[in-house]
């Protein structure tokens, strides 16, 4: 939990009594390895915060293919927002692609304190503000054209991913098959 207090902390400031009413409603949750925190055609009624591991947000296409759209890692939070928010069904799902280690929060709970304390709203907006943000500029280099290019960009932008996820989720991250991938990780060398 301290992590997630420091996490929080960096967005507002919070008084004794709101940072232990926020911990007590935290759990820890274990998440092993191909897990599911969320799924598609369900509605996602969990956050989390990464304390330890790595998810992804992967989806089906109308071909059967599997594509990994996005990964999260440590000291992020952890939320398929629109299902959650809106109280509707996936189209995605979130999956630990390692073991994780999670702080967790039920909808409920994550609401009830949005309704008890002054100021936490403007926190978790500001929160997800950041979230977003990065997610925009972690995908936004996807659009250059070199397969090469991207995979140098991806490797700058998630350096504490590439080595701890299978390449077939990398190489559907960045659009390219995975005997590409493994050329251009030769070729690199
Ligand atoms: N920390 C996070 N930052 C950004 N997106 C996240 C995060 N956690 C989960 N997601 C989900 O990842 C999804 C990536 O695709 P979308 O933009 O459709 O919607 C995004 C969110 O629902």
């Not at 369900?42 to 296409?61: D, P, S």
């Not at 304390?117 to 925009?136: E, F, N, R, S």
């Amino acid at each position: 939990m301290k992590e997630f207090v420091e996490y929080i902390l960096q967005f507002g400031n919070l008084n004794k009594q709101q940072i232990d009413l926020i911990s007590k409603k935290g759990f820890e949750l274990i998440l092993h390895k191909d897990d599911y925190f969320s799924q598609a055609g369900k509605i996602a009624r969990q956050v989390g915060f990464i304390l330890e591991g790595i998810t992804r947000v992967c989806y089906y296409n109308n071909k059967g293919e599997e594509i990994t759209k996005y990964f999260i890692d440590e000291n992020n939070l952890v939320v398929d927002i629109e299902s959650f928010e809106n109280e509707i069904c996936s189209s995605a799902y979130v999956q630990a692609v390692t073991d994780c280690r999670l702080i967790c929060f039920e909808k409920k709970d994550w609401q009830e304190l949005l309704d008890t304390i002054i100021g936490w709203d403007t926190i978790v907006h500001k929160m997800i503000a950041k979230a977003l943000i990065q997610k925009v500029e972690r995908r936004s280099p996807l659009v250059s054209e070199d397969a090469t290019e991207r995979y140098m960009k991806f490797l700058k932008i998630y350096p504490n991913v590439a080595n701890r996820v299978p390449l077939a989720y990398i190489a559907s991250y960045l659009g390219i098959t995975q005997s590409s991938l493994s050329r251009i990780r030769k070729n690199i060398r």
